[in-house]
């Protein structure tokens, strides 16, 4: 056995080894330039950090994003990516008191990244992880409930009796959307591409669902949702979409873009009789409070029963380049994407 002192922490590997696997991306492009390193130093925590052995990571669109260059954030090269990580606590460092060795956890951020087999976190951006859930259900909830509540509430201001689409509702924030909006009182329509995405999204909070596969869907959700139109749509596709959300929208109606994989050209003045916005979303822009507003109201729909996350595909850390090669080439998600260590 041996032991590591470090700002009065001291951490004993049971293989006596200092190491551990990681994923490190050494320059930006496809998913080939994800490679598995065996011989990463084991991170330590500093102050208010924790260090989580990770049982499973998940697997954000966003990080394909990041991986390839194309997002304006750029981490400084090499990195390990992933953030949304469940697991087991290995240790904390000084100042930490909530939390201690061997307690069950899920984190929305992660400081030396999640697809490893070990990683280090702020305190405050690690929660319990409910006995109700395993560990593949808490990697699914960080990036994808805190995205949606965001779009639902912070920043689309949704309320009770209000209608809300959700335009690619079968992955991890569009399923995350439609529990999230049943729970709070709306109604709620979700788009998908197969049959199977379809009904599980109808298990998981959506009143009607529509294949958006189909070339009349538009003009199905035109019908359903009457002359009054959608109040609220969450978007996941806008490079594809967005130009024909303005037409499905209510008065004062939103268009809320958590996702585009490029441009779009729109007419703006299909915003301006309805006096609709198109307002984007990121939740690295949300401040702590707003951070904790999520917190807390995600954390009392895993008490209450409605918060259930749904997990989709499974890839062992290896196998992390096909994870994200499919993830970006998906006929139709089914879940959230997770990797297993």
């Known amino acids: ?7 009065g922490v001291k951490i004993t590997m049971a293989t006596g080894r200092n190491v551990m696997r990681a994923v490190k991306v050494s320059e930006f492009g496809g998913p080939e330039v994800l490679k598995l390193l065996s011989d990463v130093l084991l991170p330590n925590p500093k102050e208010n950090q924790v260090l989580i052995k990770v049982h499973t990571c998940g697997v954000n669109p966003v990080e394909t994003y990041i991986r390839s260059g194309a997002h304006a954030r750029k981490p400084p090269l090499p990195y390990t990516p992933g953030t949304d990580v469940a697991g087991v606590i290995e240790a904390v460092g000084e100042h930490v ?3 201690k060795k061997g307690d069950r956890v899920f984190t929305n951020g992660t400081i030396s990244g999640g697809y490893a ?10 929660f319990p992880l409910s006995d109700k859930l395993n560990f593949k259900q808490g990697a699914a909830i960080g990036i994808p409930y805190f995205t949606a509540y965001r779009a639902l509430f912070q920043k689309g ?22 529990q999230i909006a049943r729970a709070y009182g709306l109604k709620v329509l979700g788009t998908a591409g197969t049959e199977e ?22 003009d199905n959700i035109k019908e359903f949702s009457g002359v009054q139109g959608v109040d609220v749509i969450i978007e996941m596709l806008a490079n594809v979409n967005l130009a024909t959300d303005l037409q499905l929208l209510s008065p004062g109606g939103r268009v809320m873009i958590v996702g585009s994989r490029g441009p779009i050209e729109i007419n703006p003045r299909d915003t ?12 690295f822009s949300a401040t702590k409070k707003l951070m904790y507003e999520c917190e807390t109201a995600l954390l009392a729909g895993i008490e209450a029963g409605w918060l259930k996350p749904v997990v989709g595909p499974e890839y062992p850390l290896e196998k992390v380049a096909k994870a994200h090669e499919d993830l970006i080439n998906s006929s139709g998600a089914l879940g959230k994407m997770v990797l297993l260590m």
Not at 1 to 7: C, K, P, V
Not at 117 to 126: E, I, M
Not at 157 to 178: F, N, P, Q, R, Y
Request: proline share 0%.
């Open 1 to 7: 056995m041996e032991q590591r002192r470090h700002t």
């Open 97 to 99: 008191t909530v939390f």
């Open 117 to 126: 087999d070990y990683t280090v976190a702020a305190a405050d951006t690690v």
């Open 157 to 178: 201001h949704a309320k009770a009796g209000e209608t809300v689409l959700v335009h690619g509702a079968s992955g991890g924030v569009g399923i995350a959307a439609c």
């Open 197 to 218: 995405g379809m009904n599980i999204v109808l298990r998981n909070g959506a009143h009607k669902m529509f294949n958006h596969r189909e070339a009349d869907y538009i």
């Open 272 to 283: 301006m009789m309805k006096e609709s916005s198109i307002i984007g979303v990121s939740l």
